[in-house]
């Protein structure tokens, strides 16, 4: 069965160091892959999308990988800020052509 | 200027009842989908809906049901509630190009006694 698994204990940093997180996921072969910010009692909001044949996308201090063979891909954050403190989902489009989540990963950076 | 807007926002009711959940997105999208999220925060797809083709994930219990009276409006309607069905029910809409995301709802949160 498809599955998208996320670090589902929470990643704590200090701020000013760059955080990174992981999503996994297996019997998937997504033509792109997507990154969401969640923050407490409210809706998830987009980031980042990277392409299959994308090695590596920036947004400003964000930065997402895509390795296919290894069927992973990491979201970095750098110069975290305790702002960035939220949760993170990576989603992919599965077989019925809809998105699927992961459990998300929750962020704390501590000033 | 809310791009997706849901209501109520918060929904507590009894076992057995019925109840619907209303959204609206003012984006011009074309596709909508409703996402359960539960007490461990696991977002999961119900369903996916455009003017074309209603895509419902199959273990979405046949008691809710979409109705879409047009395409900026989703609602979700649930029949004989159960305790089970307490969680935080999301709205989103998309265009056909994914590269922009799915916008989301503010969600509501339904507590069923």
């Known amino acids: 069965s498809q599955k998208i698994e996320q670090n589902s204990e929470a990643l704590n940093i200090q701020e000013g160091k760059t955080a990174t997180l992981t999503c996994n996921y297996t019997?998937?072969?997504?033509?792109?892959l997507q990154w969401y910010r969640q923050d407490p009692g409210r809706g998830p909001v987009f980031l980042l999308l990277i392409r299959e044949n994308e090695k590596e996308k920036r947004k400003e201090r964000l930065k997402v990988t895509f390795d296919t063979t290894l069927k992973q891909s990491l979201f970095h954050i750098t110069a975290s800020q305790p702002a960035d403190s939220a949760t993170y989902l990576c989603a992919l489009v599965n077989a019925g052509n809809m998105l699927t989540f992961g459990g998300g990963t929750r962020l704390m950076v501590k000033p | 200027d809310t791009a997706v807007s849901q209501t109520p926002k918060y929904l507590v009711t009894q076992m057995g009842n019925d109840k619907s959940i209303k959204c609206e997105q003012n984006?011009?999208?074309?596709?909508m989908y409703w996402y359960k999220q539960d007490s461990k925060k696991f977002l999961k797809i119900m369903f996916s809906?455009?003017?074309?083709?209603?895509?419902i994930n199959e273990t979405v219990p046949n008691r809710f049901s979409p109705k879409s009276p047009d395409k900026a409006h989703l609602n979700l309607h649930i029949n004989s509630l159960e305790l089970g069905d307490s969680a935080v029910y999301f709205c989103a809409s998309s265009q056909d190009d994914p590269q922009r995301g799915l916008f989301f709802g503010p969600g509501t949160r339904l507590t069923v006694l």
């Open positions: 984006l011009g999208h074309d596709t």
């Open positions: 019997n998937y072969s997504p033509a792109y």
């Open positions: 809906y455009n003017n074309k083709e209603l895509i």
